[in-house]
């Protein structure tokens, strides 16, 4: 009786006092909405989530290592091909890193990683177009190839992959860049139609056999059984992609300077060589000569690859596994935090940026002439005969200085078959009469505009040519007056100069 007492009073304690309360709020003593009661003059009603204010995640070596791998296993995103309605795609210049490799040095005393680089669709990665891609090189005697181009094999084809191999994870990695770009260009805005002429595609790439296989193995991905007898690859004799611009004694200077730096950043970072006294200890070499190996290289194939890292070769078989005898996730962990250390040092110091400008200018200004040419009179019209589809297939030393250039370093070192897109767009044409007396005034690059995309994001207004364009007004594009402008002389500013000749014979303190 006592217990039903107490309930029957907690319940009518319980009813008055939500009674009180509905009266507190009816007569506006109680604020029903804090938000609201301080905005005087607010009439929204939508819910406003506190601005959560947090530090940015420190870098993290092994998340930053598994994005430059670069899985093919990944679903492929990107923005390529992407613009407002009325414009009209004239032309796309793609410049592609070769895909995962084989180490280029070895680890001393350690045995080489065990990958196979002959290509089977019966082994994962694959791809789709994997089985006929391995099928259609075997014609590609039919092709026209420039230099030293057509002795160099079309395929990857050693059981044991040798030094600088492309592997099959690197010409998958390609088959699906030039799928993904298959359904940006030929599909959606049909930019090579099934009778292109030779002179609307250019390909070139440099002597190694990974850049030609990554670029043939792109171009299958972006035109599937490709007519041989149409296609000519040409041979670039630089890494740098500079034609018959390459001598450049300041450009020269300036790479010797930065790569003075880097051996100052370098060996004064004591954790670094604690971790390289300690590798070597464990494999029983000298730390001068573990150092001039580079073992990063090798070991970011065996990550790449899920393999575990390399052990001492001294190490006999009927022993148990020694952890001590093995370089370790940790050591590989300090090497890639030095790197990302550099990255961030590099961009502060700015003399990489000044190599940069030199060693990108060539294949900025063919690019750009290229575009010009396009953009001017009939040839923006359909059925031109102008390159509308140049690939270059070319290495990281390539596209760093290239994004660097540009003003794009926040956008990291190139991963594993990265790519770098240019785009030529033409606008929504002005009435007949306009049009007529802009060309007569000689300003044709009215409706001109330019899009720069990196593995797929749009970073065209992180430019250095770009980053002041209002992408919000009667243009949402980028002008491409203004890539003209900073690829014909804007980009030498930071080096005191206004032209690339001036630029490269001057004198570098």
């Known amino acids: 009786m006592l217990a039903r007492s107490r309930f029957m009073l907690v319940l009518v304690v319980g009813a008055l006092l939500a009674v ?23 009439k929204s009603r939508k819910r406003v989530n506190p601005v959560l204010h947090t530090d940015a995640p420190a870098p993290d070596p092994i998340r930053d290592t598994h994005r430059y791998c670069n899985y093919p296993n990944l679903t492929e995103h990107g923005w390529e091909g992407h613009s407002p309605a009325d414009y009209r795609l004239l032309s796309v210049h793609v410049m592609i890193r070769h ?35 391995i099928s259609h090189m075997a014609l590609g005697g039919r092709g026209h190839w420039e230099a030293s181009l057509g002795s160099l094999p079309r395929l990857p084809n050693h ?35 099934a009778d292109w002429s030779p002179r609307q595609l250019w390909v070139e ?26 296609l000519t690859v040409r041979q670039q004799w630089s890494t740098l992609f500079c034609g018959s611009l390459c001598d450049c004694p300041a450009r020269n200077r300036y790479l010797d300077q930065e790569q003075r730096r880097q051996y100052r950043q370098r060996t004064a970072d004591t954790e670094l060589e604690r971790t390289y006294i300690t590798m070597a200890k464990t494999l029983g070499v000298a730390t001068k000569i573990l150092r001039a190996a580079n073992p990063v290289d090798a070991l970011l194939c065996h990550f790449c690859h899920g393999l575990a890292f390399p052990c001492s070769s001294s190490r006999t078989t009927s022993k148990a596994p020694d952890e001590g005898a093995c370089l370790t996730l940790q050591h590989f962990a300090v090497i890639r935090r030095q790197q990302k250390d550099d990255e961030l040092e590099r961009r502060e110091a700015g003399l990489y940026r ?54 794009l370093e926040g956008a990291g070192f190139p991963k594993f078959a990265a790519r770098l897109v240019f785009e030529l767009w033409n606008g929504p044409e002005a009435k007949d009469n306009e049009r007529k007396s802009d060309r007569k005034r000689g300003r044709w690059l009215k409706n001109m505009f330019i899009r720069v995309l990196y593995n797929g994001e749009d970073l065209t207004f992180d430019t250095a040519f770009c980053r002041d364009h209002n992408r919000h007004s009667a243009q949402p594009l980028c002008p491409l007056g203004n890539f003209l402008s900073f690829v014909r002389n804007d980009m030498f500013n930071i080096v005191n100069a206004t032209s690339y000749q001036q630029a490269c014979h001057q004198t570098v303190l």
């Not at 070895?106 to 089985?131: F, G």
């Not at 991905?221 to 490709?226: K, S, V």
């Not at 900025?364 to 359909?382: D, F, H, P, V, Y």
């Open 20 to 42: 009180l309360s509905f009266s507190l709020q009816y007569l506006h003593l109680i604020p029903t909405n804090p938000v609201a009661e301080q905005k005087l003059l607010g």
């Open 205 to 230: 790439t440099t002597g190694k056999s990974r850049t030609l296989q990554s670029g043939l193995a792109f171009l299958f991905g972006f035109l599937p059984r490709f007519d041989w007898s149409r």
């Open 354 to 407: 000044r190599y940069a400008v030199l060693a990108a200018h060539p294949y900025l200004n063919r690019t750009a002439t290229q575009m010009e040419r396009i953009a001017r009179g009939s040839q923006a019209r359909k059925g031109t005969e102008e390159v509308v589809f140049a690939l270059a297939s070319a290495h990281d030393v390539t596209m760093a200085p290239l994004l660097s250039a540009l003003g």
């Open 159 to 193: 059981s044991t992959c040798e030094m600088g191999e492309l592997t099959q994870t690197g010409v998958v990695q390609h088959l699906k860049n030039g799928d993904h770009l298959r359904q940006a260009y030929i599909k959606r805005h049909s930019l090579l139609t």
């Open 99 to 133: 895909g995962d490799r084989f180490p280029l040095y070895s680890i001393p005393k350690t045995k080489k990683p065990a990958i196979d680089c002959v290509l089977s669709d019966k082994r994962k990665p694959s791809h789709p177009l994997l089985a006929s891609f």
